[in-house]
């Protein structure tokens, strides 16, 4: 969320190295707000980028353009953790006079259990959970048992105990959506594949992760349209049996019945 | 009982106990205040129906209860989307519902039939097609080749063989295809995917059997 009033904040896309972030707040404030400015608070339309333009980019630009007067600096993921729109959105906004320190990540990196993509519970707050490890280093809940998925052993911390791993009866691949409302449609034993599964693991830039889902459970592959992640999702669903899905900004009523269609017959 | 299938075009009402088939154009039937139905899928059935099923799901199932084969696959090719179902051993192996790139085609394709006055059942196939990227995009194509001097029967006819590849594409390129809706009456769409696969009409009412199959 956007802290209310004018004060300064520190706005950010994509999953930027938590080293510059730390070093965003050295230098322009430890108190100050981090905001994630891929998500659709609801910002005028800038009208500077073209209509067949992912959802996010867009989101990306119309926030910074909307928030520029509190803007202290953006962090801007660039790197192949990101896609070219972050990048060239990068370029843009430093283009508009906007302070943007650019992140990429290089692969490698000791990585973190995952705990929220292989867990029972609500799609749309185990992803909401997730996002959060972008700027909290800890997922709240990373108590948990035996190593992850992601290769990585699992770490006790001292967190709230996480809710145990369960078996997948469907998948959701992708990023998190403009529109979350597609995620009620999901039964809470859906396990979280693709960009999202590679933020909790800690490795963004994971080719292999992201690309990965288990055999056999019935997956949507999720995409923004316009998005360059739609070749992946397509390629993938013709492989795995799945159901590719994109949308542009809002789910509209037949994209939410041809998934609520794919998770009952499947 | 009364059933329909409200597409966004046609709508298809059943009286399960007269077995009376009324199709009505859908323009007409939300005029109508009267028309309530037990059970409905479709666009624009939401609000006048008592239970609503999930379009898809009605197809699979319409499908299942007309075709005996235990591998098969069924198209419905509708006025502003395509809905495709797979079965291996009758269980849904793959379905997919496009809705933007399938967008408006067929009632494109009704718009163009009814301005330049073509009869489906006897325009002749064409062996030539045109991208029908969408519904818009393939008027601009039909409207382009009628203005360099291609007769309007055939600009429609290589408009409508565009589609059949996109279908045919969409299906995953079958050997057999089993086609459902308006277009089971349209007598080039079938000549032209003939030449594609075999391709064996149901009929407009595939939905209504899978909302009787429950």
């Not at chain 1, 995409?223 to 900004?249: I, M, P, W």
Request: hydrophobic share 40%; proline share 6%.
């Amino acid at each position: 969320m956007i802290p209310e009033g004018d004060g300064r904040i520190i706005g950010y896309y994509g999953y930027p190295r938590r080293s510059l972030l730390a070093g965003a707040r050295a230098a322009f404030g430890a108190e100050l707000p981090l905001v994630d400015l891929d998500i659709d608070y609801g910002a005028p339309d800038a009208g500077l980028l073209p209509k067949a333009t992912c959802s996010i980019i867009t989101n990306i630009m119309n926030n910074a353009v909307w928030l520029s007067g509190r803007l202290a600096v953006v962090v801007a993921a660039v790197g192949e953790d990101k896609c070219d729109g972050g990048r060239n959105i990068a370029w843009l906004l430093k283009g508009m006079g906007f302070n943007v320190v650019e992140s990429r990540f290089t692969g490698g990196g000791a990585g973190r259990p995952l705990v929220w993509s292989t867990s029972a519970g609500p799609l749309a707050e185990r992803i909401d959970r997730i996002m959060e490890t972008v700027v909290e280093p800890e997922p709240r809940g990373a108590a948990a048992q035996g190593p992850g998925t992601s290769g990585a052993p699992r770490r006790e911390t001292g967190a709230i105990a996480a809710p145990p791993r369960c078996e997948p009866t469907h998948g959701f691949w992708g990023v998190p959506p403009n529109d979350f409302s597609i995620l009620g449609l999901f039964p809470p034993t859906t396990h979280i594949y693709g960009w999202t599964r590679c933020v909790e693991a800690g490795r963004p830039d994971d080719l292999d992760l992201e690309t990965f889902v288990d055999p056999g459970v019935p997956t949507v592959f999720f995409t923004q349209s316009f998005c360059a992640k739609q070749n992946l999702a397509h390629y993938l669903a013709e492989r795995h049996g799945g159901l590719e899905v994109d949308c542009h900004r809002e789910i509209n009523d037949s994209i939410m019945a041809k998934v609520e269609a794919f998770i009952k017959l499947s | 009982m009364l059933i329909a299938d409200c597409g966004s075009t046609w709508t298809k009402i059943l009286d399960t106990g007269s077995g009376k088939l009324e199709i009505i154009k859908t323009r007409d039937m939300v005029k109508r205040r009267d028309l309530h139905f037990d059970v409905a899928t479709g666009h624009s059935a939401k609000g006048r129906c008592a239970v609503f099923r999930n379009e898809l799901i009605a197809l699979a199932e319409g499908a299942l209860a007309l075709v005996p084969d235990p591998d098969f696959s069924v198209v419905d090719v509708g006025g502003r989307d395509v809905k495709f179902v797979r079965f291996r051993d009758r269980r849904v192996d793959k379905l997919d519902w496009n809705l933007s790139c399938g967008s408006s085609t067929g009632a494109t394709m009704e718009l163009l039939g009814n301005y330049y006055e073509i009869d489906f059942r006897t325009l002749p196939p064409s062996a030539d097609w045109i991208n029908v990227t969408c519904g818009v995009f393939g008027m601009e194509k039909v409207l382009e080749q009628v203005s360099t001097g291609t007769p309007a029967e055939e600009s429609i006819a290589m408009f409508l063989h565009g589609i059949v590849r996109n279908v045919y594409d969409f299906a995953g390129r079958p050997e057999t295809l089993h086609l459902s809706g308006g277009f089971c009456e349209n007598g080039c769409f079938l000549k032209t995917f003939a030449g594609y696969c075999d391709i064996k009409p149901l009929g407009r009412a595939v939905p209504l059997e899978g909302l009787k199959a429950k």
